[in-house]
């Protein structure tokens, strides 16, 4: 992460300017659960906005840019990092997935995102087709972006609205 004198940036993608961010129930299960998603990667959000609005087929394709002093937050909130896909990652994303996660809660978590190549390395790894270590290796192989999720309203008061431009 990035020195305290410097911002974190934050993209999220959707159908509209999210300039407010709020924690909303998903209408499907998540990789990390119920919260506020965002990306370090503006492309990555800008796909995603595209998904969005061909999906919802209103507003436009837009991207949201914030900053945040991660830094100063983390001191602050309770965090949890997934440098890379691993077994934690894997059961975490799955327990979510499944709507069965019961562990300890953490206002932001980030890591790797399960792209549509991980969910198929997933579901062949819970219909016993994979173990666990050659799911856990299929998936270091694929690029992977990373997922930064605000999940309680401490944390979502750390993101500063910057701007936003559509696709």
């Given amino acids: 992460m990035k020195s305290s004198q410097e911002k974190m940036v934050l993209y999220h993608g959707s159908n509209v300017t999210v300039d407010s961010p709020r924690i909303i129930r998903p209408q499907r299960t998540l990789d990390f659960g119920e919260g506020f998603y965002t990306t370090t990667n503006k492309q990555q959000a800008a796909i995603f906005a595209q998904k969005v609005f061909a999906r919802r087929k209103t507003g436009e394709a837009t991207v949201t840019v914030y900053e945040m002093d991660f830094t100063s937050a983390s001191s602050e909130l309770r965090v949890l990092h997934f440098p890379s896909p691993d077994e934690n990652w894997l059961n975490y994303v799955i327990q979510h ?71």
């Avoid at 709507?99 to 978590?109: L, N, S």
């Fill in 97 to 167: 997935r499944r709507g069965t996660y019961g562990g300890e809660f953490h206002d932001i978590v980030f890591g790797p995102v399960a792209n549509d190549d991980v969910y198929l390395t997933i579901g062949a790894f819970e219909a016993g087709i994979l173990t666990r270590e050659q799911a856990i290796i299929a998936m270091k192989v694929k690029k992977l972006y990373d997922q930064f999720v605000l999940k309680s309203a401490a944390a979502l008061s750390w993101l500063k609205y910057q701007y936003k431009f559509a696709l």
